[in-house]
């Protein structure tokens, strides 16, 4: 997870958006770059046999529900960065006739990181100007249009997702030295976290080095120079990491929050 803060107008963060109703659909972008490489060694035994992206969350893997997402905004073209079990997630791909979209697979190495991943994916596969980058274990409810969107009007080099940090353990209330209370699943919106969800400029392969952290390498340079935008989701949108057994079940219980999943009676 990657937290930022607003210093000396280095890092812009549109408040905006959080208050005001999600806009309608805009102008697609064609093209998404999904980074699913990993391993998954925390949903073990889960991942025996198959990479991280293909564990199953409400009957789908997940990487199934974010295909389809992004469709419903218009992408038609998507490129996969794969390393771990490459092979399974070519077979799932041909199962599913690739979902009725063009698809590129690019190879990369889990020592290489994520600037391996999407810096391959990139410069083999994507002409477009500006596309969408994401990773392959983070599940969304929001309007992907508004994001694309707020890149194009501000034209920089990354816009990134960002969201209330959602602290998991139980906050104390103090006053003085008197606990008061506690409040668990608190979130804080004055602390955004990067949710793992990009629209990319194609110069972003300018800054992109051999190997490493994506994260470390690029984003931290590129906010010092004022070149990222943040956008922290509405209100109404949502979004989870799934990184643990734990995860999956809540992720769960988010798809029928959202609407994506039918809630089954016992």
Same mark, same amino acid.
């Given at each position: 997870?990657?937290?930022?803060?607003?210093?000396?107008?280095?890092?812009?963060?549109?408040?905006?958006?959080?208050?005001?109703?999600?806009?309608?659909?805009?102008?697609?972008?064609?093209?998404?770059?999904?980074?699913?490489?990993? %391993? +998954?060694?925390?949903?073990?035994?889960?991942?025996?046999?198959?990479?991280?992206?293909?564990?199953?969350?409400?009957?789908?893997?997940?990487?199934?529900?974010?295909?389809?997402?992004?469709?419903?905004?218009?992408?038609?073209?998507?490129?996969?960065?794969?390393?771990?079990?490459?092979?399974?997630?070519?077979?799932?791909?041909?199962?599913?006739?690739?979902?009725?979209?063009?698809?590129?697979?690019? %190879?990369?190495?889990?020592?290489?990181?994520?600037?391996?991943?999407?810096?391959?994916?990139?410069?083999?596969?994507?002409?477009?100007?500006?596309?969408?980058?994401?990773?392959?274990?983070?599940?969304?409810?929001?309007?992907? +249009?508004?994001?694309?969107?707020?890149?194009?009007?501000?034209?920089?080099?990354?816009?990134?997702?960002?969201?209330?940090?959602?602290?998991?353990?139980?906050?104390?209330?103090?006053?003085?030295?008197?606990?008061?209370?506690?409040?668990?699943?608190?979130?804080?919106?004055?602390?955004?976290?990067?949710?793992?969800?990009?629209?990319?400029?194609?110069?972003?392969?300018?800054?992109?080095?051999?190997?490493?952290?994506? %994260?470390?390498?690029?984003?931290?340079?590129?906010?010092?120079?004022?070149?990222?935008?943040?956008?922290?989701?509405?209100?109404?949108?949502?979004?989870?990491?799934?990184?643990?057994?734990?995860?999956?079940? %809540?992720?769960?219980?988010?798809?029928?929050?959202?609407?994506?999943?039918?809630?089954?009676?016992?």
């Amino acid at each position: 997870m990657f937290i930022y803060q607003k210093r000396h107008n280095k890092f812009v963060i549109n408040r905006r958006t959080r208050d005001c109703a999600a806009p309608k659909k805009v102008r697609p972008m064609e093209t998404a770059v999904i980074i699913a490489g990993g %391993e +998954g060694s925390r949903l073990f035994p889960l991942t025996k046999g198959r990479p991280k992206t293909l564990v199953e969350v409400a009957g789908k893997p997940m990487l199934q529900w974010i295909i389809e997402w992004l469709k419903e905004y218009g992408v038609n073209h998507i490129v996969i960065g794969v390393a771990y079990k490459k092979e399974k997630i070519y077979e799932f791909m041909e199962k599913n006739n690739n979902f009725g979209l063009r698809v590129d697979f690019s %190879e990369h190495t889990l020592e290489g990181g994520t600037a391996e991943g999407f810096g391959r994916a990139i410069g083999r596969f994507v002409k477009d100007e500006d596309f969408i980058a994401m990773n392959s274990d983070e599940l969304f409810n929001m309007d992907l +249009g508004r994001l694309t969107k707020e890149h194009r009007d501000r034209h920089s080099i990354v816009t990134m997702s960002l969201a209330p940090l959602h602290v998991r353990f139980s906050v104390a209330e103090l006053e003085k030295e008197n606990v008061t209370g506690f409040t668990y699943g608190k979130k804080m919106p004055d602390i955004p976290v990067s949710n793992g969800l990009y629209v990319f400029n194609r110069d972003i392969i300018k800054h992109i080095p051999e190997t490493g952290s994506i %994260e470390d390498l690029v984003f931290t340079k590129l906010a010092k120079d004022g070149k990222i935008v943040g956008i922290i989701m509405g209100d109404e949108e949502d979004w989870i990491s799934v990184n643990t057994i734990k995860d999956i079940r %809540e992720a769960e219980h988010k798809l029928i929050e959202w609407g994506r999943v039918k809630k089954t009676s016992k």
